[in-house]
């Protein structure tokens, strides 16, 4: 398990806000490991190869967000594994308060992001 960070930017409900909200990242070179987005909260949950770096674009580009402790794993790619892990994490107490997991066919891992409520 590596602990990141995982950061939460509210968009507006049209065409490019998506885009706009993660072009700070692109432009200092901040690459996004993972990205969740739902509507009608207008949400991104983003979690970046370098969590500083990216808070600092964020904060140059006055882009509002918020910041919390993120657990970011690599599971095996296969039926079972994720309630596995999910079920350890449920005997040692940890209650979820986000989570996001993601894959494609035939890859080796599935990487899973979460957080905990504290």
Do not use: C
Request: hydrophobic share 40%; charged share 25%; aromatic share 4%.
């Amino acid at each position: 398990m590596a602990k990141s960070k995982l950061i939460t930017i509210r968009t507006e409900d049209r065409r490019g806000s998506v885009a706009e909200g993660i072009r700070s990242f692109a432009e200092a070179g901040v690459n996004i490991v993972s990205i969740l987005g739902w509507n009608p909260q207008n949400l991104m949950q983003i979690v970046t190869d370098n969590p500083r770096k990216a808070v600092k674009a964020l904060k140059d580009a006055n882009v509002a967000f918020t910041e919390e402790t993120a657990e970011v794993v690599e599971l095996p790619n296969k039926p079972g594994t994720l309630v596995a892990y999910l079920e350890k994490l449920a005997k040692k107490g940890v209650n979820l308060h986000s989570l996001s997991a993601t894959t494609s066919k035939g890859a080796p891992k599935a990487v899973v992001v979460w957080t905990a409520e504290r």
